[in-house]
């Protein structure tokens, strides 16, 4: 199932993924964000090449255009008669299959603004909103502090109120959060690799085993692009999120916990 014969664009997925996005972690591992950016760097710079092919052929393929291509087919046809209709045929038959470049072009473009832009930011995105959720709940601890004291007060005059164990709650969540928040910050950034290096080596496989000897031609590449950017983006932010998990489900060892909901 996995021969790559008669399956004309497998060689390019297979180099696009070893060569590009393989060995971005080092020892060939992949990390996921360099790999991202890198594979979105060659999209964006291959989307605006053929939007560039795209201009040139429709401003020059044409045997009544002024253009240099169009002043050769021109001659063809003066020329060699019949040879040159067929040439310039010929080229009339590429004007037209250049139609789908800019569709291709905006496409990778998407992708790979995605991938170079969007995916390396996820990070620091999920940071920031973790460390707005950690002052959102600082904010909370500060407006409810007297009516957590007022909840010490015991009517029966023994001991303290019964309404207090949230607050301490509270106390323990604000004390731990933040050294828990950087520590799961560290372990999404190594566990990343690993997983990165196994999602990565594992495509290459499954792309090949779905398309086993059929042809790969632009839409199925162009499909597994769009397949590879929706894994990176759900791999990375799923991962990232152990920001969030981690303190919520430690600090849950000592009770019910403090979630950070925003």
């Known amino acids: 199932i996995t021969s790559e014969s008669g399956s004309v664009g497998q060689p390019i997925l297979n180099w696009f993924f070893k060569i590009i996005v393989g060995d971005t972690g080092g020892t060939n591992l992949v990390n996921p964000i360099t790999a991202s950016k890198s594979a979105g760097d060659w999209m964006i710079n291959i989307g605006l090449g053929l939007y560039a092919l795209d201009t040139f052929l429709d401003s020059n393929l044409a045997a009544k255009a002024g253009g240099f291509v169009g002043g050769i087919a021109q001659k063809f046809i003066s020329i060699t008669g019949p040879v040159g209709a067929a040439v310039s045929a010929f080229l009339e038959v590429i004007k037209d299959f250049a139609a789908i470049l800019p569709i291709l072009a905006g496409v990778l473009i998407v992708i ?96 090949r085993n779905v398309q086993g000897n059929s042809v790969t031609g632009l839409v199925s590449m162009m499909a597994f692009f769009v397949l590879f950017a929706v894994l990176l983006i759900s791999t990375v932010s799923t991962v990232y999120d152990m920001i969030f998990y981690i303190p919520d489900r430690v600090i849950a060892w000592a009770g019910s916990g403090l979630e950070a909901s925003m």
């Not at 995105?125 to 957590?148: D, K, R």
């Not at 007060?153 to 164990?165: A, P, R, W």
């Open 112 to 207: 790979g603004a995605l991938l170079s832009i969007y995916v390396p930011m996820i990070p620091f995105l999920t940071w920031v909103a973790a460390i707005v959720s950690y002052f959102v709940s600082v904010i909370e601890g500060l407006i409810a502090a007297q009516v957590w004291a007022f909840g010490h007060l015991s009517l029966d005059g023994e001991g303290m109120g019964q309404k207090t164990e949230k607050g301490y709650q509270y106390l323990l969540s604000a004390l731990i959060r933040p050294p828990l928040m950087v520590l799961g910050f560290f372990f999404a950034t190594a566990i990343l690799i690993l997983i990165g290096t196994f999602v990565v080596g594992e495509m290459v496989t499954v792309i």
